[in-house]
């Protein structure tokens, strides 16, 4: 079945450095795929999304390329702030017609002054 | 415009009780699905409704069951709690029923702690 591996956290980084968290899938066929954002007792936020091969997703200086040859959505921010600090959770769809998204275990990152 | 909607918040119960959470997708939104997650973990699909028809189900046992009503609203039901069953629940909804690339909104969720 379809699947969704993220790298365990937590990740705590001084702002400005650059973020990466990344994100690899199983999955049949062409999934979408998906960065979703919990802040501190909140719901799950959409951040970007890709629906296929090569599509780069990108929202709040964050960015992620579909990569099919490695399966991979890697998470990526150049400079990160304070307010970033929140649940990362990686997450695909499959293929057309699949009504359910699959979801990593989420990666909290702590972002310090 | 109203987000998605969910009550209670908070709940608290003890085992073998039974518990119905409630669901308001975004408006003109005419799928709506759950979603547990448990503390420290990914949400995992319990189900999904759209236009008032079961969709799809998630390994949860017969003990979870839902429905949607005919203003697009949910409800969600879990009988003979157990402490496993203390988690988030989210709802969310979406304009079709498809996940790929129909973005789902998600709510705040409902905590539900399980003595």
């Known amino acids: 079945g379809d699947s969704v591996t993220q790298m365990e956290g937590p990740v705590t980084l001084s702002e400005e450095a650059f973020l990466t968290i990344n994100c690899t899938y199983t999955?049949?066929?062409?999934?979408?795929l998906f960065w979703y954002v919990q802040y501190p007792g909140e719901g799950l936020q959409l951040l970007l999304k890709a629906t296929k091969a090569d599509d780069k997703g990108s929202n709040k200086g964050f960015e992620a390329t579909y990569r099919k040859e490695t399966t991979s959505f890697h998470l990526e921010k150049g400079s990160v702030q304070v307010s970033d600090s929140a649940v990362y959770f990686c997450a695909l769809s499959g293929a057309a017609g699949s009504y359910q998204l699959t979801f990593g275990k989420g990666t909290k990152l702590s972002v310090i002054p | 415009d109203a987000g998605v909607t969910q009550s209670p918040t908070h709940l608290i119960k003890t085992r073998g009780q039974q518990v119905t959470l409630r669901c308001s997708p975004i408006s003109g939104h005419k799928s709506v699905s759950w979603y547990q997650q448990v503390l420290g973990q990914g949400p995992q699909f319990i189900f999904q409704y759209y236009e008032k028809e079961e969709r799809g189900r998630g390994n949860f046992p017969d003990r979870f069951s839902a429905r949607q009503f005919p203003n697009y609203s949910s409800e969600l039901n879990v009988n003979a709690l157990l402490l496993g069953d203390s988690a988030l629940y989210l709802c969310?909804?979406?304009?079709?029923?498809?996940?790929?690339?129909?973005?789902?909104?998600f709510g705040a969720g409902s905590r539900l702690t399980v003595l």
């Open positions: 999955a049949t066929g062409y999934p979408s």
């Open positions: 969310a909804s979406s304009l079709r029923g498809e996940a790929g690339a129909n973005v789902l909104t």
